[in-house]
């Protein structure tokens, strides 16, 4: 059974920052596009960045760009978001999510709360 399982998550006062892990098993992680994408509470599901199989192509919601970064590491298939500069606005359910077709695999989601 394929598993992703989220860490790291919790209460960040803005400005801080926050390094989301995604533990990776039952799958062959490297054959497999990363996301992490995020669900505020009356928004739609967004994507937060992706990293591709060999992790040579990265990319990043408007959002994200030059506060977070993603990146893995192959020896633990683990997944990580770095999120710097946080604001209250990233506040959100956040989710792990594995992809090569047709194959498709979520976490559970972890919350992450930007606040005072």
């Known amino acids: 059974q394929e598993h992703l399982v989220e860490s790291g998550g919790g209460l960040v006062q803005p400005g801080g920052s926050l390094t989301l892990s995604c533990v990776v098993s039952?799958?062959?992680?490297?054959?497999?596009?990363m996301r992490w994408l995020r669900q505020a509470p009356g928004k739609e599901r967004e994507l937060v960045a992706l990293?591709?199989?060999?992790?040579?192509?990265?990319r990043y919601a408007d959002f994200a760009q030059d506060r977070f970064i993603i990146y893995r590491d192959y020896d633990e298939n683990t997944v990580y978001l770095r999120m710097n500069s946080l604001k209250p606005e990233d506040t959100a359910m956040y989710y792990c999510?594995?992809?090569?077709?047709?194959?498709?695999?979520w976490g559970q989601g972890i919350q992450v709360t930007v606040s005072s």
């Open positions: 039952g799958i062959s992680f490297s054959d497999y596009t």
């Open positions: 999510n594995a992809r090569h077709s047709p194959n498709d695999y």
């Open positions: 990293i591709s199989d060999d992790g040579g192509y990265r």
